[in-house]
Every structure is written in C-alpha cells, then in structure tokens.
C-alpha cells in the first residue's frame, strides 16, 4: 500500500470568513476561496476554517468541507451533540446542497445526471479517479443556468456554461471530476483540466461557490434554507 505525502502549502488566505447566522447550537458561514477547511499535518498549512472558528467558537467541529478553492456555505455544530444530528442528517442525504459553477465550453444538454463512481489512488494523489470497480457510488445533477463567451482583453473569446450542481453524494472532488467526466471541467480547476483550454490559464480562482444549503434545525426542528450569493 502506497503511503501518501501531502506536499501541498497553501498560500495565505487575507479574506474573512463571513458569519451569516448563529446560535447556541450551530454556525452558517461563507467560506473564502483559498483557504483550507481543516488545517493540515504540515504545521505551515495551519491556518483553516476549523483553526478560526475554534478561537470564537470553542469546541465547535465540521460537519462537512468545502475544498480549498471553493467558496459558499459551510454549517458548524458548537458541540457534540449537534455535530452527530447533523451528521445523521448528511449520512442520511436529507440535506440538499446546490452549487453554482462556470464550466468550460457549451454543455449540449440543458440538464442532466452524472453517475459515475470515484475511487481514491495514493499513487495519483492528490487526484481521485473514475472506477467503476473500486469507486463508491456518486451522483451529480447538473441544469444549464447560461451559456455565453467571455471575451478577453486581447479579443479571444472563451465559450463558458454556468450551471447549478446538485450532488446527491459527498465524495471528495465529485463535482470537480464528474465536470470533467462530461466534458466541460469547471474553469479554474487545475487538477481536472480547467486551465488546460486557451485563455483559462489566467483564472484567478476555482469558479466553484457552495450557494444553498437546506437543513433542519437539530433543535428547533425548523427547515433552515440558507442561500449565498454567487461571488462570479
């Protein structure tokens, strides 16, 4: 069994995370692009979601994560008990999260589903890959927001889709690589080819924003529908 090294630094991250709502129980936020969620076993990569909020929230602990260059809603529990009824609520995909993306070229369809599953390689680390023998099931929905062309400063134009991403699983990457499985990687992606079309290099970032998040309330048993602009 290959040992994975992790000789990823990530560079400072300037921008605040933004508080959006709290209480006793839990904490909405919108995640910055550009900084980890949880810090990693480099002590240079230090600085996280998790290493923040800690210092104001102590005891508190992620339900789930956002990768590093996405940005949009993350949900914090305060305290064990909120972290495993949360928890059960993800493990049981009662909880619906939409994603807004811009994809490189025109997708042909306006909607659709992309099932294909993903397996984790220590030797292609940090990619995950497409394997239908060794990958856990995943499940994305993808509907056609618009298409249109960016138009660069020396003139070239770049054929762009937005769309909204629903992914009924959590793998990690699944959005990123099942993008590239279509055919259309989401720009900014260097690990699944969104940087590879000409003009996409100069991408400042990965165009990947967690906008809603829908959950119940582990206390007040009330449907909490959080939305979150779209900073692209």
């Not at 055919?183 to 699944?192: A, N, S």
């Not at 165009?207 to 979150?228: D, G």
Request: proline share 7%; aromatic share 6%.
């Amino acid at each position: 069994m290959s040992s994975i090294i992790d000789t990823f630094i990530a560079p400072p991250c300037h921008d605040e995370i933004e508080y959006l709502y709290q209480d006793d129980h839990l904490v909405l936020i919108n995640k910055p692009t550009g900084l980890l969620s949880l810090s990693g076993k480099n002590p240079q990569n230090r600085d996280s979601v998790h290493h923040r909020l800690v210092e104001i929230f102590p005891g508190c602990t992620l339900i789930h994560r956002l990768d590093f260059g996405t940005s949009g809603l993350m949900v914090i529990a305060r305290n064990k008990a909120i972290n495993a009824a949360l928890c059960q609520q993800f493990s049981q995909r009662t909880v619906t999260k939409v994603y807004s993306a811009l994809l490189c070229g025109h997708l042909e369809d306006n909607e659709g589903v992309i099932d294909a599953a993903i397996a984790k390689d220590p030797t292609l680390f940090p990619l995950m890959s497409i394997c239908a023998i060794n990958g856990k099931p995943a499940r994305s929905g993808y509907r056609v927001v618009e298409r249109f062309y960016h138009k660069h400063e020396d003139g070239t134009l770049l054929p762009l889709t937005r769309v909204q991403l629903t992914p009924e699983t959590g793998r990690t990457h699944q959005l990123r690589i099942h993008c590239q499985q279509l055919g259309h990687p989401i720009l900014g992606c260097d690990l699944y080819g969104g940087r590879l079309l000409p003009g996409t290099e100069r991408t400042p970032r990965l165009m990947l924003h967690a906008s809603e998040l829908h959950f119940i309330h582990p206390v007040s048993q009330q449907w909490i529908k959080a939305h979150n602009p779209v900073p692209f």
